[in-house]
């Protein structure tokens, strides 16, 4: 029997790859057979991961692009063809957050590279990829979003505001492309330790209230997201599309 959760032959695209979620997920992507692209703004951040992916004996190449630039991810869509000839996934992973505080303070600024970058970018990608999509009748999105997408956040207020437009263009993109075979889905993490959380997870005052309403009562792993998002590419869930799934230790109950 063929393991459902094989992507061998399969090009995956990952945003945000240098550390946390991200490289996560590249990670079970290649050890699951994938050629990875791993992408972030920094070449000096995602080169190592890539580095380390081969000497562990997978295939991957390292792109740098900026989410909220478009001539960047025609770059990143441009030379990850070069290399690999094709796409099959993408996973919308990298997200923004300059501010914490109230929206009445959150300047134009501000609300202009959260969406640009957290929800313009996912689009202009998945655009970008859609034509090869059609073509080959197939193909995985993947947005990686918030529970504060389905839940707004306090201090998180355009974060979430963000996240929530990602869940409704993960669905519009689910709807339109089905009948190509183009599958969009979508992932609300709870709160995962990263780097991008850790001015919640290092302090300890909000820990203890999270952790008194918290089902699970443990902040999640990378590896935990990257296991859902592993799911969502291969042919395992091969009949989902436009879902939206939480791995957030039964936060949103
Ligand atoms: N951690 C959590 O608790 C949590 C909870 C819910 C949702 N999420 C979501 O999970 C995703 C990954 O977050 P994480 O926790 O893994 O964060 P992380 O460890 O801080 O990693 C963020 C990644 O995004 C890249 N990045 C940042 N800005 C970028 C941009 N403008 N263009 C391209 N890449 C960019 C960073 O690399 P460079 O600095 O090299 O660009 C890095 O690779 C995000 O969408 C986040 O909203 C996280």
Known sequence: MKNPFDLSGKVALITGASKGIGEAIARIYAASGASVVVSSRKMEAVEPVAQAIR??????????????????????????????????????????????????NTTEDAFDKIINVNVKGP?????????????????????????????????????????????????????????????????????????????????????????KSLPMKRVGTPEEIAALALYLASDASAYSTGAVFTADGGFTI
């Open 123 to 211: 689009f202009e990608l998945a655009k970008q990829v859609y034509p090869l999509l059609k073509e080959k009748k197939s193909g995985s999105i993947i947005n990686i979003s918030s529970v504060g997408g389905l839940r707004p956040e306090h201090g998180l207020g355009l974060y979430s505001v963000s996240k929530a437009a990602l869940i409704s263009l993960t669905k519009v993109l689910a709807k339109e492309w089905g009948d190509d075979n183009i599958r969009a889905n979508v992932i609300c993490p709870g709160l995962i330790k990263t780097k991008f959380s850790e001015a919640l997870w290092s302090n300890d005052k909000i820990m203890n209230v999270m952790m």
């Open 55 to 104: 000497n562990e004996g997978g295939q991957a190449t390292a792109i740098a692009c900026h989410m909220g630039n478009v001539t960047d991810i025609t770059n990143l869509v441009n030379q990850s063809l070069a290399i690999y000839k094709t796409i099959d996934i993408v996973v919308n992973n990298a997200a923004t957050n300059p501010v914490f505080g109230p929206v009445v």
